[in-house]
C-alpha cells in the first residue's frame, strides 16, 4: 500500500511541470529520489525478523524450584504470608490428569483453555511457571517459584536481596521472553 502511494507521488511529481524555474526543478529531482528510495528500500524492512521485536529481555527472580507442585505450591503461600507478596496464579491450577499446570477449561481463550500459558510480562506477584520458558536448560518439568519479572536488573537485584534473607536458594535469571501474540 506504501509502496503504491509513493509511487502515484513520484509520477505525480514527475508530470506536474508548473515551471521552468532550475530550482524547481531540482526540488523534483530530489523529492522523486527520495520517494525512489524509499520504495527501494520497502524490500528491505518485509525482511526484518520480526521476532527482534516480539522479544524482551526480563530479569527473573526464582525464590525455588521443585519437581512436585504440591510442595511449591505450599511454599509459595508460606512465602506469601512471610513477605506480605501477592499470589497470581493468573487463573491456573495444577491438572492431575495431565501432571501439568494449565489454565481452566472454559477459558475464553480457546487456543489455551485446559493448557499450559506462561507468565510473560512483569509483575512483583508471586506465581508457580515452568522454569524451562524461562531457561532452556532447566528439566521440562521443573517448577520455578517466580517472585518476580523485573525490567531492570536493578529491580530485580533489589527483590532478590530482600528474598535471600528468607530464602537462601533464590536466585536471578536473565531471559529473553517472546512478548509477542501467542496465536
Known amino acids: 500500500m506504501i509502496c503504491h502511494i509513493l509511487i502515484f507521488l513520484s509520477i505525480f511529481f514527475i508530470s506536474c511541470d508548473t515551471s521552468n ?15 525512489s528510495d524509499k520504495v527501494t528500500n520497502i524490500g528491505q524492512y518485509e525482511q526484518i525478523d520480526k521476532s527482534d521485536f516480539e522479544n524482551a529481555t526480563l530479569f527473573i527472580v526464582i525464590a525455588d524450584t521443585n519437581l512436585s507442585y504440591f510442595f511449591i505450591d505450599d511454599k509459595m503461600f508460606e512465602l506469601s504470608t512471610q513477605l506480605n507478596m501477592p499470589i497470581d496464579t493468573i487463573g491456573r491450577y495444577f491438572n492431575s490428569k495431565k501432571n501439568l ?4 477449561d472454559s477459558e ?24 524451562n520458558f524461562y531457561q ?19 529491580s530485580a ?25 501467542m496465536h
Open 136 to 154: 532452556n536448560k532447566a528439566g521440562e518439568k521443573t517448577i520455578a517459584l517466580v517472585a518476580g519479572i523485573y525490567e531492570t536488573e536493578k
Open 101 to 104: 499446570i494449565v489454565l481452566t
Open 21 to 35: 524555474n532550475k530550482k524547481e526543478d531540482i526540488l523534483r529531482k530530489d523529492l522523486i529520489k527520495t520517494v
Open 108 to 131: 475464553v481463550d480457546e487456543i489455551f483453555s485446559g493448557e499450559y500459558y506462561p507468565r510473560r510480562f512483569p509483575s512483583d506477584n508471586l506465581s508457580l511457571e515452568y522454569l
Open 157 to 181: 537485584d533489589s527483590a532478590l536481596t530482600i528474598l535471600k534473607q528468607t530464602e537462601e536458594k533464590a536466585f536471578k535469571i536473565t531471559a529473553s521472553i517472546y512478548v509477542g501474540c
